[in-house]
């Protein structure tokens, strides 16, 4: 598809996002949906990193999904196989997935598949575990093994039965439209959408013909997970985010991803080329007993959110966040995402904020409008211990590295002959 400008190829991808409607269709182990995920395979967010490089609570979430597939009988074992270079690592954005924090992803996780039925498009994430010792963020017990198999075991099939029930599967704007109102902004707070999918499933799950105290297990399980809705907005992002890639066309930015070493993302036309810079460390509140010295560099798919024009880029929307995030109040919110408009080119009539006097989320960050006001994108995000095991020691902000968006605007001038 030629356009005579970059403006109308930007607004023309604009225009694609606009009419996505992403529908949560079934959960799947990622080995049924993935060919590339086979024995010894892991998926991990971010741009692509081998396994040296990785940051301390990357590798232990490698340990963990290790010990919950039974490659290796204990955490020695484990780190024998990773550091002897016997397990193979793909970026899930580049096989149509998005992960959480470390995004480690094996074969036998479920993970949501997410539909975008207007262009056609598909993505899948696995679920979130809640909170406290979770593999996400790097630890590796006992306790997390067990939730795992539990989740793939019970948790799984249970959402996948419930959803087969709903014809065509449950629609996703409709439920982030219901949620964006009641002050989620779908990164660091999803209490509401979560709320509202509980709402959907819940009768389903009670008249499904299984075992009573599985039902009783799985509907806790999502009564207490105020994050669980992350997961469903990351997977939706994505499928969204490319199918605006299809346009091929244009400076806008199509995903952002961190893996504790670089910060990558990736623009309309320029296809699936990485432009990566060191990441930053996350700036927020710490829970007690940790500062910022024990903080781990920023990493995670769930930016994807933020390409998205929600998250960090809407804070106005959930002002009951922002003190947890360390961005002060109300007013400190609103300056955010007055500031977060102006690197977008529109915004999204489909998640109307009322405390920003009613104006849809901001849409479409436009790489050269990053470079030419040198503002950068917030980005929401939990922050994980440096130390692989300890865990989620707090949560913040996370600006994105400039050089990501100027070799971005570099590359495509090029491949336009400038």
Known sequence: MKFETIDSANIAVV???KKTMPILKDVRYAKDLIPEMKDHVLLHAGPPIKYENMSAPMQGSCVGAILFEGWADDEAAAFKMLEDGEITFIPCHDVNAVGPMGG???PNMPMLVVEETTFGTVAYCQMNEGIGAVLRFGAYSQEVV??????????GPTLSLALQEIEGGLSINPMMAKSIAMGDEFHQRNIAASLVFLKEVAPIITSLDIDANDKNDVMQFLADTDQFFLNIAMAASKAVMDSARQIESGTIVTAMARNGENFGIKIAGMGDEWFTA????PQGLYFTGYSGDDANPDMGDSAITETYGVGGM??????AVTRFVGTGGFDDALRISNTMQEICIDNNPNFIIPTWDFKGTPLGIDARRVVETGIVPIINTGIAHKIAGMGQIGAGTVEAPLACFEKAILAYAKKLGH
């Open 314 to 319: 809407s804070m106005i929307a959930a002002p």
């Open 15 to 17: 225009d694609r996002i």
């Open 104 to 106: 480690i992803t094996s």
């Open 146 to 155: 067990d939730r795992l198999t539990w989740m793939s075991e019970k948790l």
């Open 278 to 281: 060191p990441v930053n460390t």
